[in-house]
């Protein structure tokens, strides 16, 4: 069974559900939404991970080797096995582009199909938004705390599985990244790849200017040597003497990377060594243990970085490694449906979001019903129709989301996108949902 | 080019340094190792992954697709990328079982290959053994938490992609769980699958007990009923009627699910409504939010709960979404290799890690050169060798696994293991190590 294909990478509890409503003929045309609770640590989400998700759904069907396990498992009956089969999905989907601002509460994709269909999407769909999402909304942060200093994706390494990692370096570039070290990534996204050279490299020879010096001329294009393995010092000074001793065959170093020690200090002793030494061209990069917060000090410092590596921090999201994502039914049978528990009721019906901006600023959002005749621009767009892509969803592009999300980050104002304590981004319900939910709470 | 074999999901440094070895004729035996420098949030680690490490070991090759995107790239040269096409993993693997207990700086799994082998595997085997890692390490203590109560996995949707979700389903078994609701993770790993129904269900009817009477007519062997989507008192009395009207058919109520409130109290509430309606047999399955922390305020209540699932916190190990995990270069050339910065220096040397067992109990492991004759119980098996399974890597077995850790939380003395503020484990350098160390210390 494929990983990224197989239907059955799915709780099993979507397929026991649908045995029942084959047996029922719940085959009634549904609306899911699928929405975050709340953003305790973001002050606002950027979607993500929309094409996958669609191309999840074009390609959904139930092999042989499903329907064995299936049969194998003695959960189900022959009847429902065999209908599986013929399983598609051939519903609508509507969606926030790639790239979107958004906030809690918000539906960001709706999923409108027959119940069963609709049904069974639940655990693979949310698996794919929900972690693209987690990660543009986090490594933006990052790219908002550098400023004009690159950013780039290290971190695959731990990340949680190879999916996650390929995943985070498409979720880092939409979210501004310049690059990423993950060449499945770069191949399957059109990412520029980057990466230089490990503790291990200059550990395997037995003098780290012999080490410079072979790499550069391995990689005449692309010089960038590790300097801290042993003492940053004199991991500098020994770049300048193999600049020397490389310039008549004319090859340059183009950057040094630091990964370890106070960055900050080791960052200005190594740019004022290389400027004495004539490398004034020469970039710094700096990695390890950053995020957000870290980079925020840096540029604070006024650090001489040209270039930032993340890893582990962003691409597990680890001061929120998981966001309250919901994927609920709020309609069935053209009945508005809803959880009603605890004094809290779901927002019913089937919705839009409408979008105010005002001297080129977004200044509020209103969730209402799909069919409410309200002001602002409806967010929601038709990606899929009967199964196949429409619209937006037919050529998907990262370089369009990452503008995008350009345009979004200068609508929306610095308050509202602050890494620490932001204001709560205006976000109402309209008077017809309002009277839904409070209609829908009454009768239950 | 498929994600879960490619040689491309790895870092670009891997590449750009392989080069450069080939170049040189660095392609002597390296001896690299895989350890967590830090163990902060937890007492001990779960070692987890390494079957699926080796598999992808043994099946490590670069096809076209991955050698048309070097040649594309632009940052290899033709002679290189021509040699990438023999490449394959020809090294000997040491490591600890899986489902073994280990700590900080001991090695867990040691490479000793070719150079260049051992470096391209750098990012992919530690993404994989990393990860696994991280959720044995984690889920243990739910397990722990929850006593003789089965804990179930439900973390899929919100686990960092597909292969989290299905590795998750792995390592939660391991460290003990007694089924996952993810498909793919019991298809492929043997797992017992487990699931009921979403609130969607019971929505989707135009009301509660018709929900429940139809789940059970059509999953008669397994009739777990979600009983908070409106209210739990009330969600428990319709289980008592539904129950009632079953009876004649034979069908009885095998558990309720309790999702959301306080679940403490809303589990007694439902075992006095179920026992006083007959049902003493039907169990009570609580979840949401559910973490170690969770669960042992459960029990610390003695709530009545038979069953307890845990999703997110689990499978992103949200209070620790990383482990400080490293794989360094330690012996090249018969020469030990380590870096040496900030005034701290790596351990080098191929290890071994030797554990003493006093009266049922493990009383220290002592890390040790490989070819020191110390005492205790050598934790480091050969499992491949020549790049081939060879003893306990040839008929993996996740059961063994489980058994394994089983073993080791017995002979682990509750101070060890305490979820809050454990003892640290006692774990020593040998005199060897400690020499070879300050030796290299003093060289560099």
Not at 147 to 152: E, L, Q, S
Not at 251 to 257: A, D, F, L, Q, S
Not at 414 to 428: C, F, G, I
Request: aromatic letters at 8%; a negative charge.
């Amino acid at each position: 069974m494929n990983l990224e294909t197989t239907p059955l990478l799915t709780d099993l509890y979507e397929l026991t559900m649908l045995q029942t409503y084959y047996e029922h003929g719940m085959t009634d045309e549904a609306v899911f939404e699928l929405f975050m609770r709340r953003a305790p640590e973001r002050g606002f989400f950027v979607s993500a991970g929309l094409d996958q998700a669609l191309g999840w759904l074009e390609n959904l069907v139930f092999g042989d080797e499903e329907l064995e396990w299936m049969a194998g498992s003695g959960l189900f009956n022959a009847a429902f096995i065999e209908r599986m089969r013929d399983f598609r999905f051939t519903g609508t989907v509507r969606a926030m582009p790639e790239g979107s601002l958004f906030f809690a509460e918000e539906p960001v994709l709706q999923i409108v199909a027959p119940l069963p269909e609709a049904q069974l999407i639940e655990s693979r769909l949310m698996n794919i938004v929900h972690y693209q999402t987690l990660i543009a909304s986090k490594a933006v942060r990052s790219r908002m705390a550098a400023g004009d200093v690159p950013v780039i994706d290290f971190g695959m390494r731990r990340a949680h599985g190879g999916e996650a990692g390929t995943w985070a370096a498409r979720a880092c570039y939409l979210a501004g990244f310049g690059a990423t070290a993950t060449c499945l990534g770069s191949a399957r996204y059109n990412i520029p790849p980057t990466g230089t050279m490990a503790h291990a490299f200059i550990l395997a020879h037995d003098d780290e200017a012999t080490a410079f010096e072979r790499f550069a001329r391995s990689h005449p294009d692309n010089v960038v040597l590790l300097i801290d393995t042993y003492d940053v010092r004199r991991g500098a000074e020994r770049v300048v003497e193999v600049a020397e001793k490389l310039a008549p065959d004319g090859i340059r170093i183009h950057g040094v990377r630091i990964d370890s020690g106070d960055l900050a200090a080791n960052a200005r002793m190594t740019r004022s060594i290389l400027d004495a030494g004539g490398l004034t061209e020469t970039r710094i990069i700096v990695s390890g243990g950053l995020d957000e917060y870290r980079i925020e000090a840096l540029q604070r410092e006024n650090a001489p970085i040209d270039g930032i590596g993340v890893g582990s921090n962003v691409d597990t999201s680890a001061d929120a490694p998981f966001l309250d994502s919901a994927y609920k039914l709020h309609l069935y049978q053209d009945r508005p449906r809803g959880k009603h528990s605890a004094g809290k009721t779901d927002l019913p019906g089937r919705k839009q979001v409408f979008r105010h901006i005002e001297a080129g600023r977004m200044s509020g959002d209103v969730i209402g019903l799909a069919d409410e005749d309200l002001p602002g621009s409806p967010l929601l767009e038709t990606v899929m129709r009967e199964g196949q892509r429409v619209g937006e969803g037919q050529a998907w592009d990262l370089e369009s989301a990452r503008l995008r999300l350009g345009d979004g980050l200068t609508q929306l104002a610095p308050d509202y996108r602050a890494l620490r304590e932001p204001d709560a981004y205006p976000v109402t319900l309209s008077p017809g949902l309002v009277a839904l939910r409070d209609a829908l709470a009454r009768a239950l």
